[in-house]
């Protein structure tokens, strides 16, 4: 049997599919699963988890229509099972499930926009449910598509290489940070798409939490961030009034996550360096605004969720839509008016339950 897995919207989502793909190796350890993907970080990630025959990489976002559809073709009719990674509500998804042509398609029934965005394209559906997190939702799409039930959730799946260690222990000593260091890192960074970069705690307010953290814990600060969060990375370190703030920069998510490994907490936005955090194990203090946490709560680690809770949230819902806020107010009043010292509160339940 051939299986292709489409895992095109993301880091995180592509992180999110990873206890599904255990399952699914562990029940058909002679399959070829493959998988298809567009960011190179989810190629990274998914090459180091050994579970897959062939990764197929392609930038569909900087590529022409021709050229991306001369990619997809080459698939044709090669593949018996074909999975679109939830979420994946987009027209373009769908038509890349329809071309590849496996005889089964499994993609889930969006309640928002699933036929304008062609989600009839495929075979085999389950209905979204809003109360499920991503990961619930990807096993529950594999039960559909091979007609069984799993017993078990794993974790997310992050696996470590050697020499990435080894590169987090030369840029600890570099830095001059010890075993007894408090160390907390922070992603101030999210998806820019749709409108995506209003789900984000200004980098102001990340500042002024670095700087009650050092103050009041003595803590150290790593800022993370990808190659395109440069900017946002400095506007955070500048407004630190300390040499205890540092901004991480790596060539790679790889060795990214391994300075992530040294983090006693991670403060981070809805984005994929909080499911990395996850498949990490870290304890997260996730700063969430409009997402609705059912869907992408940090998985099976020990966590924190610093919101508002205001009445008109969650508004940020599955759809190719940009995101928009609705209220006449404050527009996106949930992430604006969350304040420093509410997400220090946070933080201090995570030092309080340590030194019980």
Not at 93 to 104: D, H, R, S, T
Request: net charge neutral; aromatic share 10%.
């Amino acid at each position: 049997m051939k299986i292709l897995i489409l895992a095109l919207s993301g880091i995180g989502d592509a992180l999110m599919f990873t206890p599904a793909l255990q399952l699914l190796r562990n029940k058909f350890p002679e399959a070829e699963i493959d998988a298809m993907v567009m960011y190179k970080g989810v190629r990274e990630i998914y090459e180091q988890t050994n579970l897959l025959n062939s990764i197929h990489y392609f930038d569909f976002l900087d590529a022409s229509i021709f050229s991306s559809l001369r990619f997809v073709l080459k698939f044709r009719g090669t593949y018996d099972a074909s999975i679109n990674v939830y979420p994946s509500n987009r027209k373009e998804y769908n038509l890349i499930n329809f071309i590849i042509g496996a005889k089964k398609r499994a993609a889930v029934h969006y309640l928002r926009n699933d036929f304008q965005n062609l989600g009839f394209l495929n075979t085999e559906r389950v209905l979204e449910n809003d109360s499920l997190h991503n990961v619930e939702e990807n096993i529950l799409l594999c039960e559909k598509l091979f007609a069984t039930k799993f017993t078990e959730t794993p974790p997310l799946l992050f696996p470590q290489a050697s020499e990435d260690d080894l590169f987090k222990e030369k840029y600890l000593i570099e830095t001059g940070i010890d075993l007894h260091d408090f160390v907390v890192g922070f992603h101030p960074g999210c998806s820019t798409l749709k409108n995506h970069d209003k789900r984000r705690w200004e980098p102001e307010k990340f500042s002024r939490l670095g700087n009650l953290l050092i103050e009041k814990k003595n803590a150290k600060v790593f800022i993370f961030g990808g190659p395109e969060e440069r900017e946002l990375q400095q506007l955070v370190k500048q407004n630190i009034k300390s040499e205890n703030a540092f901004v991480i920069k790596t060539q790679s998510l790889l060795q990214t996550a391994s300075i992530m490994k040294r983090c006693n907490i991670f403060v981070t936005n809805d984005s994929s360096l909080m499911h990395v955090a996850s498949a990490l194990q870290l304890k997260i203090v996730a700063v969430i605004g409009p997402t609705n946490p059912n869907y992408i709560y940090p998985w099976k680690t020990n966590y924190r969720i610093a919101s508002l809770q205001l009445n008109c949230a969650p508004c940020f819902l599955y759809s190719p839509k940009p995101l928009k806020c609705k209220r006449v107010d404050v527009q996106f009043k949930c992430i604006k008016e969350l304040e420093a010292e509410k997400v220090l509160e946070v933080i201090e339940t995570f030092l309080k339950d340590d030194s019980h």
